[in-house]
């Protein structure tokens, strides 16, 4: 009844999650599972595609039941990542991509600059491009203006767990666009998840939030529940914040 | 497998609702069953319990189904909430009650000192008093002490939408108690729910949230959801914060 | 041109001080100096008043110079507290007092029971009252009501240095009282002491926040520049939050 | 003692103040003055310079007595900010400049793939270029290695007066930096200004806060001492923040 459309395609789920930083690819099976994805994404640098000796997540988590979604994860130059993505579409036909270029191992920000140009060829070359981004408007809109298919910004910095830092950013950012806004990065627990979809986010990535839980199957089921509460609440329209249980007497401009 | 114990009685739902603020009878009977709650408060000085030519709330919501939690609303006085809860055991039979002595019109803030007066009498009367109260550790262990069977300490102002103020008293409070708390008053959003639940209570009541968002049902279902999100996100144990990608370089003492 | 009247004593700084966990009276006198305050604190049951052959406070703030400020620092129960400031005032002639009961070792939060029953002792004893408190609006109404000389809600905990954790209630605090209202309690850095004048607070009473900083002379400093730049940017009337740069477009409900 | 050091000039005063939104030529005067700013923005497209039958400016505020900071406020592309300093230059001989680049009419963010542009001409031209840019720490490297001057993140929307959204990356780019680093946009009040100056920036530039406050001269007196009290603060080196007043029970990962 709502579905996510991303380059065409519809999916029920809201959100999306990565297959790293598990314990094992059991785990990450029984994890993905649990959290109602639809999408996975891959990062192509780190996945064994050709080594048959060694266990390889297809065969935990399959390519006929989850859309698998690569991503640049690794690469820090428009060059590498879009070698990368090519080399992706060959060995596996996908066209759905997720670009990421990092600018610095420290934040793991990206690089808005080679990320332009990385968006660009890929573009050009028939790639669906989802890209993740600062929170910066402005840029959003040039990579929405150049055909990207979804515009990905960081909540905060990948792995903190620090949950939406500029609400305001991705609020500026869903307002302007026409094509999906997925909050990737920076979730740390389910309320964060809520939180992306009541500014209305539509969608979610994360991986570290559940797979470095304690209990990564029962966060992954959390986060589930919450990208659906959050977009329920925001289909809703929530009560307005009131400033006194007496709202003739306002708390002008404190809250 | 993760049941509410209050007063002995065990419940699935850690949602508690109120009656008020509908639209009507029909609209509140619906919203209730969409929010999954098996406790619901209802306020015995507003309530209609005599007039049989009036719509009654026990036809649309039935007290076979739900576990009705009277409370007082309304009371300014120890004298009166006392004397409003004993006419609500003769009616109806009910010894589990919601005590709330409000100090004030325009914040509706619990007097605490009324509060402290009218549960030791409620309870030496044998009443199980669930208790509606500020955030006040010290105050909430003496509400313990005295034999409460729930702390239901204040997020933000009744009506207001706030979300919870702070946190750091509501967790200060959570480590000390061996009876249930529940967050009363505050919510706004599905996210305030998750974030109270988050914390470690053991339960969330709300009102206001559910019955003044535009589609009341579906906000319901986000409650359910955000209340069941935010218990197994606390159960399953979140990943750490982290100051940065690279936690080499703490960012010490900014966040 | 804009004093603090407390108890009908005129003051130009608006800081307040406290004289503990420094190393040595020395720093503590030049410290308190670089603050400004003209109020000191002095915790009754910890000041040597008695033996010659210790160092004594008085031998490096002066009195004669400074408004001796004695506080039950301490004391636990209503009886200790009032028995402590009697002692003070047979000693020193205070009756100007700082009354404070804690509940609670680990919190250092005030048992407002005993305090309520402390401040009415201690009133009908002819003292000026300045008494510690949480939050708690309706609380403080009734301290004001029963004639304390000053409500001092706490910002955080004692020496936790988090900064005010509930401006609502403060703000709640300082729109119904006709006495003055300090903070007591929380501040960590200048910006902590600025945001409780902004919120329209007469004062701020501190101690860890200049004595535990690296150079506390620098940060007494600091905080004598920012308890005036807050109480002139309330004076001032602060510009309205926009929502966004084009107000046209509002952020509905966002911030 | 500590003096800001911007493009080899020494600066005894940390704040920076624009010269628009005011009522007339005298207010902004006086309240410049009452500001202690040392360095005034000037948007060259605004500023009469050639109708000598209307008020100028430098008739009120002597570019003798402050240093002028030609800025290009209202250019959307970078030959529209580069051609506006040059001829900024020609008329009054400003090396030391303003640059930004304004992507957007709604919310004045700074297009930054414009703004890298420009600054590449200018600094090849020869001059000293500080930057307004976004907050994210890539960028801002980008800048610095290209060779600006200084490095003026926004800290919320131009005129919003929310203060800083994302201390994080404030905090980053600080870390990163060589050159120094000021919050341009954003600051509401004086509690904000502190703010950013306890995160480590070298100085702070506002307009709106100032000459929209109700009492602009008051505002400006309390902008300047928040931006000492906030220097002198990063310099103490505050206490920790502790989770409980008993650090021996930690408050783990709540705050």
Not at 105 to 132: C, H, N, R, W
Not at 157 to 174: A, C
């Amino acid at each position: 009844g709502d579905p996510l459309v991303v380059a065409g395609r519809r999916f029920h789920s809201r959100l999306l999650v990565g297959t790293g930083k598990y314990k094992d690819f059991e785990e990450t099976a029984v994890a993905i599972k649990a959290s109602g994805a639809e999408i996975v994404t891959v990062a192509v640098r780190r996945v064994n595609l050709s080594d048959p000796s060694k266990p390889m997540l297809v065969d935990y988590v399959s390519p006929k039941e989850y859309t698998f979604l690569p991503n640049t994860a690794g690469c820090f130059t428009a060059a590498d990542a879009v070698r990368t993505l090519r080399l992706a579409r060959e060995a596996g036909g996908w066209d759905l991509v997720k670009l990421e270029v990092l600018g610095d191992q420290k934040s793991l920000y990206p690089d808005m600059v080679e990320t332009l140009q990385a968006a660009g060829e890929l573009i050009k070359d028939g790639f669906q491009v989802m890209v993740y981004c600062t929170d910066d408007p402005i840029m959003a809109k040039r990579l929405e203006d150049m055909g990207c298919a979804a515009i990905m910004p960081l909540g905060a910095p990948i792995g903190s767990g620090l949950g939406i830092q500029n609400p305001v950013n991705i609020r500026l950012i869903i307002e302007q666009a026409k094509v999906p806004v997925l909050v990737d990065a920076g979730v740390g627990t389910a309320s964060d998840a809520a939180i992306a979809m009541e500014l209305g986010c539509d969608g979610v990535l994360m991986n570290t939030a559940i797979a470095e839980a304690k209990d990564p199957i029962a966060m992954a089921r959390a986060m589930r529940l919450a990208v659906e509460a959050g977009r329920l609440a925001y289909l809703s329209g929530r009560m307005p914040k009131k400033r006194y249980a007496d709202p003739s007497s306002p708390l002008a401009g404190l809250i």
